[in-house]
Antibody, heavy 122, light 110 residues
Framework: QITLKESGPPVVEPTQTLTLTCNFS??????????VAWIRQPPGEALEWLAL???????RFSPSLKSRLSITRDISRNQVVLTLANMDTVDTATYFC??????????????WGQGTMVTVTS | QSALTQPASVSGSPGQSITISCTGT?????????VSWYQQHPGKAPRLLIY???NRPSGISNRFSGSKSGNTASLTISGLQTEDEADYYC??????????FGGGTKVTVL
């Protein structure tokens, strides 16, 4: 059974860097085909894909946020870490860590974490 | 503004069928068969319903079906049930942005 859980600060000040950790179980990011993504959702708004890291350490980023984002993995600890620099109030959102579905031809996400709400405020 | 356009709301009565559209461009839906659909109930994480335009993951009811015509993908819910009341999101590969979501559609069961 695959599970993912996000952790990080609930409140961040403007201009700070947000660091979110995804701890997962039930699969290894070292296994071919696996991937973990981050998706966020501002209150009352739509989903927004942020970044994706694959089993081979290949990484993809949303072009609009690429300059502010980084994503890393720790295979031995079953962790993925997302950082988002220069936070602004518009980055207030619930951030989801998600598992890449293995059986499709492109990136779909079958298992989602519960999400962690991050509020940007001074 | 989302790259994929969905109607803000769709409604139907129990037992009816409804269809949610997801309109893209030549950068995404028109030339690629990489559309997914998600269901999200209030306060919950989304759930994958459809991948690669028409395929259902294991455990997803066959009341949910996906299709594509030109630059528009569609999700059809047949035999509408009260528990289908939720927000629905499409997503697609694009050759500009690796992955984009639609703006979401609120389904109301009358």
């Amino acid at each position: 059974q695959i599970t993912l859980k996000e952790s990080g600060p609930p409140v961040v000040e403007p201009t700070q860097t947000l660091t979110l950790t995804c701890n997962f179980s039930g699969f290894s990011l070292g296994t071919s085909g696996e991937g973990v993504a981050w998706i966020r959702q501002p209150p009352g708004e739509a989903l927004e894909w942020l970044a994706l890291i694959y089993w081979d350490d290949d990484k993809r980023f949303s072009p609009s946020l690429k300059s502010r984002l980084s994503i890393t993995r720790d295979i031995s600890r079953n962790q993925v870490v997302l950082t988002l620099a220069n936070m602004d109030t518009v980055d207030t959102a619930t951030y989801f860590c998600v598992h890449r579905y293995l059986y499709g031809n492109f990136d779909a996400f079958d298992i989602w974490g519960q999400g962690t709400m991050v509020t940007v405020t001074s | 503004q989302s790259a994929l356009t969905q109607p803000a709301s769709v409604s139907g009565s129990p037992g009816q069928s409804i269809t949610i559209s997801c309109t893209g461009t030549s950068s995404d839906i028109l030339f690629y068969k990489y559309v997914s659909w998600y269901q999200q109930h209030p306060g919950k994480a989304p759930r994958l319903l459809i991948y690669d335009v028409t395929n259902r993951p294991s455990g997803i009811s066959n009341r949910f079906s996906g299709s594509k015509s030109g630059n528009t993908a569609s999700l059809t819910i047949s035999g509408l049930q009260t528990e289908d009341e939720a927000d629905y999101y499409c997503s697609s590969y694009t050759n500009i942005n690796p992955l984009v979501f639609g703006g979401g559609t609120k389904v109301t069961v009358l």
